[in-house]
């Protein structure tokens, strides 16, 4: 079977989907920092964190659910630390995010260790993982029911986060009040708007996406957890938030094109192409999109520049 039949397919459409998700969750808290004026670097290992964590509690606890809601309680304080140290003991934002990736990248490979006796994978803890959806009427829908229907219940939480998140930013006050601290965080602090209880919140708001985005990598993709298995995942969110305008319908496009470069080198994978070029096909994807991104921004800001 050669690779144009394999991609025009009900199965790899799927697959798109199920690839865009963990993207879609971490371009999401991208974008909910980005409005406050701030970088969380750390959603990577937020994710990883979270993946690992799900697996271990939904064993202990025999509850996939009870797993993934202490797993996202995890994300939020690894988030609020980070904000915390940032905003409030003034520790540089940058560093803060990239040493909890260092750490967490060489700690999550510990605790595994330590609870397992493995260092790769967690297969010697009976994990759990959360239920898949099939749709009513829409499953037994030809082609349509096999894209759309039958996939992991985060998928169709991740859709439903993206309209919330453009709700939460552009149609509440709560939202207003993030994107004016965004905007100019002194006229904020002017008018009785505490900007730094706003930047915290931001990035608890970020770290539930990205716990939510690394369990299901590890309850709802596969129902396992391994080392370093977000793979850069995170920063193609980033990524994602920055190609979208960080804009959440913007970013859930731009996450649709990455996942669709992660699912065409899932896809080659099994044909006879190098591996090597395989695995670098949604980095290279990811590069070219910000070139693209940065390319138009900057004719925005010349076009401005020139007008009378």
Avoid at 64 to 72: E, S, T
Avoid at 210 to 236: D, E, K
Wanted: hydrophobic fraction near 55%.
């Amino acid at each position: 079977m050669d690779i144009a039949s394999l991609i025009f397919s009900p199965t790899f459409l799927a697959t798109i989907i199920r690839m865009t998700t963990p993207l879609l969750y971490a371009s999401l808290a991208g974008i909910v920092v980005a409005q406050v004026g701030m970088m969380n670097l750390a959603i990577e290992s937020t994710m990883l964190t979270a993946a690992l964590m799900g697996v271990l509690f939904s064993a202990w606890t025999h509850s996939a659910w009870l797993g993934l809601l202490i797993a996202v309680a995890i994300g939020v304080l690894m988030s609020f630390v980070i904000a915390y140290a940032a905003l409030v003991l003034k520790a540089d934002m940058f560093m803060n995010g990239v040493a909890f990736n260092l750490m967490m990248a060489g700690g999550t490979t510990f605790i595994l260790y330590v609870v397992t006796g493995s260092k790769g994978m967690s297969s010697g803890v009976m994990s759990l993982t959360l239920p898949t959806v099939d749709i009513p009427l829409l499953r037994d829908i030809p082609v349509l029911g096999e894209v759309l229907s039958g996939h992991n219940v985060l998928t169709y939480i991740a859709v439903l986060m993206a309209v919330l998140m453009h709700v939460f930013l552009f149609k509440t006050k709560l939202g207003l009040r993030l994107r004016m601290v965004g905007q100019n965080d002194s006229a904020a602090e002017s008018v009785g708007i505490n900007s730094v209880r706003i930047k915290i919140l931001a990035m608890c708001i970020a770290g539930v996406m990205a716990a939510l985005g690394g369990c299901f990598m590890s309850m709802g993709y596969v129902s396992w957890f391994q080392t370093n298995m977000t793979a850069g995942r995170g920063f193609i969110g980033m990524a994602s938030a920055a190609l979208g305008g960080n804009h959440p319908l913007g970013g859930a496009l731009a996450s649709l094109l990455f996942g669709t470069a992660d699912a065409v080198a899932n896809t080659a994978s099994t044909l006879n192409i190098p591996s090597e070029l395989v695995r670098m096909l949604p980095y290279l994807v990811t590069m070219i999109g910000l070139v693209a991104a940065a390319k138009s921004a900057g004719k925005m800001k010349r076009k401005k520049v020139d007008k009378p």
